[in-house]
């Protein structure tokens, strides 16, 4: 038996790879271990095992796959155009498929199940919020601790899907917008800055009610059938938007790539932008003020799936210039934190390595902030960085640069 699911990677996906090993410098699971299993190469070589019926998805291919991060920095560096997001997704859903332990019934349950029910993420939400009030959160063992580097949740927990925000004057369009899983709740002032500079661009802004989670957590930690089903209700809840922003660098990355999860979706994968390319042009073309010329130093450092899997690198910068910030680089080739989602919960030992790494790499700087543009790189950040470094997004901070030059 070699694949069994529908999401398995292809003969002629494996077969782009031409074995250059160019891959192999950027893969940080290789840089920290050595390992030729442990990089791009070596896990593309179990998958065409597998696909060529010489091995069997076992616990060492399991062991193989879960080590990667899905930061897809080998895709930029292959010269064969080798898809590995979409072939590790693949592999990771023929994993929970074949070997069916309390590991995938519980990946299912929450990546694939609870994530999608508001109500449930409300009521997590909620428990964190009590939680941090009570002070609590910092008895919490293991990479669960990691919950104190959280932003501080709102109660009542806000919800976005279901509201629109009307500008000023006369809209000059429409733009829906994704609630998310957790960024309603866990990042709430991220999802208002992007909300109140769209409607600073004249547009009316529209979260649709019958939205979910997009399905990224899902999709990456193997839970496919799940992860299909949310993409194809959100292709129905986005139905009729020319434009559907996306202020979280994971989510906006996995519904470009929604070709590969639901009919319809790379009709709806085409019209997703990410919130920080769409205010970046916005800027660009005048239709939102640059405060000024750009002088306060800031680091910055770049989420995954923004520069890796969108290639969007100018963009944040574009918007910390226009908030009278000057950017100043941290790492050219920009490596995983180690957040990677539930990375952080599944491989502490790895993920903490790479989140030390970024912190020295951030700390080198010697400034007072960093800008990144993704929520669990910011709790990476928070957790690493030593005291008096404060993390921020750069979306925040031009609506913060712009309401205070109204
Ligand atoms: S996705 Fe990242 S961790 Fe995985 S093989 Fe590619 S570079 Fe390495
Ligand atoms: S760079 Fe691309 S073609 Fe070369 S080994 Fe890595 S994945 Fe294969």
Same mark, same amino acid.
């Given at each position: 038996m070699a694949w069994v699911t529908d999401f398995a990677p292809t003969t002629s996906e494996l077969d782009?790879? #031409?074995?250059?090993?160019?891959c192999l410098p950027v893969c940080p699971t290789f840089r920290v271990t050595g390992d030729e299993s442990a990089s791009p190469r070596g896990r593309i070589a179990a998958m065409r095992a597998v696909d060529r019926g010489l #091995?069997?998805?076992d616990d060492r291919f399991a062991e193989v796959m879960d080590l990667?991060?899905?930061?897809?920095?080998c895709e930029v560096a292959c010269p064969s155009l080798v898809q590995f997001g979409r072939m590790m997704e693949g592999a990771r859903a023929e994993v929970t498929a074949q070997l069916p332990d309390w590991k995938a019934f519980a990946t299912r349950t929450v990546f694939g199940r609870a994530i999608a029910s508001r109500s449930a993420v409300v009521l997590l939400s909620w428990m964190v919020g009590v939680a941090q009030r009570a002070h609590?959160?910092?008895?919490?063992?293991? @990479?669960?601790?990691?919950?104190? @580097?959280?932003?501080r949740v709102p109660l009542p927990v806000p919800t976005t899907a279901g509201h629109e925000w009307l500008p000023?004057?006369?809209?000059v369009g429409t733009v829906a917008f994704l609630a998310g899983c957790v960024m309603d709740q866990w990042y709430s002032d991220v999802h208002v800055a992007v909300i109140q500079v769209l409607r600073t661009a004249g547009y009316r802004v529209v979260a649709p009610p019958n939205q979910t989670c997009c399905g990224a957590l899902a999709a990456h930690e193997g839970a496919a059938y799940d992860a299909a089903k949310m993409a194809a209700r959100n292709v129905d809840a986005f139905a009729g938007y020319d434009l559907v922003v996306v202020d979280s660098a994971g989510c906006s990355a996995h519904m470009k790539g929604y070709g590969h999860w639901a009919a319809g979706g790379a009709d709806l994968a085409e019209r997703v932008v990410d919130a920080n390319e769409f205010i970046a042009a916005l800027i660009d073309e005048g239709s939102?003020?640059?405060?000024?010329?750009?002088?306060v130093p800031i680091a910055i450092q770049d989420p995954c799936h923004l520069?890796? @899997?969108?290639? #969007?690198?100018?963009e944040p910068r574009s918007i910390l210039r226009a908030a009278g910030y000057a950017p100043v680089e #941290?790492?050219?080739?920009?490596?995983?934190?180690?957040?990677a989602g539930a990375y952080q919960l599944s491989h502490p030992e790895m993920s903490d390595e790479l989140g030390v790494r970024k912190a020295v790499q951030v700390e080198a700087a010697g400034l007072p902030r960093v800008a990144s543009a993704n929520p669990g790189c910011e709790m990476q950040l928070k957790t690493f960085l030593a005291d008096g470094i404060d993390v921020v997004h750069p979306i925040e901070v031009y609506w913060d640069s712009v309401a205070r030059h109204k």
């Open positions: 782009t790879c #031409i074995d250059c090993g160019l #091995i069997g998805v990667c991060l899905q930061c897809r920095a609590v959160t910092g008895v919490l063992p293991g @990479a669960v601790g990691k919950v104190t @580097a959280l932003r000023d004057g006369e809209p939102l003020p640059k405060v000024s010329e750009g002088k520069r890796h @899997a969108q290639r #969007i690198v100018d #941290i790492d050219p080739a920009g490596m995983c934190c180690g957040a």
